[in-house]
């Protein structure tokens, strides 16, 4: 079971600490996601972090859900300091600053809110698997080369397409399971092993290129981090025959 109230503490904790009141909302919480600027369109920043920031309130919304399950848990204390994090994070200013973030926390609520994050783990006793930060991390820059590899590869159009946008999507999910969990890396994996399979006859004749060969190995370091405890090679094999080998 996963645990969203410290995944959310995290978040909260992080950027109250290294932001000022006066700092861009866009850009502060696009370092607390780790999303890389897209300078040739800000359309596109805007797109993906609205899309961290929506599974930010789901981890909201999961933490209540938790508090008002619990009649331990489901004090009037607890609602005030969940709803002072509600407050700080729910106002939404991309074309403003971090102010009403700052104006509404302090250290006493962040910390109050790290207790009840600890009280949640023992209550519905969460034991979360560790998420090696570091190993994501080196994961996230190979892939990033990956990408740039295949762009300026000699494969054929509609081959790059296919394994680029997985790759796009494998990373945004890599972001987003160190503090999300495993869980957020799941469907990405899922949904590249079916892309693989619904593309199958596109992606053969590249069967045995070096780019495509790195593709399956960013697949099998997903799968270990997601501990799914079946190697891709062997989720795939019954679709492919011999593309894979």
């Not at 009840?116 to 006793?125: F, K, L, M, R, W």
């Amino acid at each position: 079971m996963f645990n969203p109230a410290l995944s959310l503490y995290h978040l909260v904790e992080e950027t109250y600490n290294y932001s000022y009141p006066g700092n861009a909302y866009i850009s502060t919480w696009m370092r607390t996601f780790d999303l890389a600027e897209d300078k040739n369109s800000p359309a596109n920043d805007r797109i993906a972090l609205m899309e961290s920031i929506n599974s930010m309130f789901k981890l909201f919304a999961d933490t209540k859900n938790l508090i008002e399950q619990s009649s331990k848990l489901n004090t009037e204390r607890n609602k005030k300091y969940l709803n002072i994090i509600g407050d700080a994070i729910f106002q939404v200013d991309l074309d403003g600053t971090m102010e009403h973030f700052h104006n509404t926390l302090n250290e006493e609520s962040i910390t109050v809110f790290s207790f009840i994050a600890e009280s949640i783990g023992y209550n519905y006793e969460i034991n979360e698997a560790t998420i090696n930060s570091e190993e994501v991390d080196k994961l996230i820059v190979e892939v990033d080369d990956l990408i740039t590899a295949i762009d300026e590869s000699n494969l054929p159009n509609d081959a790059k397409l296919i394994l680029v946008q997985n790759l796009h999507n494998i990373r945004e999910s890599l972001f987003k399971c160190k503090y999300s969990g495993v869980d957020a890396l799941k469907p990405a994996l899922e949904q590249s092993l079916g892309s693989l399979y619904l593309n199958h006859q596109q992606l053969e004749p590249i069967s045995n290129e070096e780019n495509f060969s790195r593709f399956f190995q960013v697949l099998e370091r997903v799968n270990t981090i997601c501990s799914v405890g079946t190697a891709v090679k062997e989720l795939a094999l019954p679709f492919f025959g011999n593309l894979i080998k």
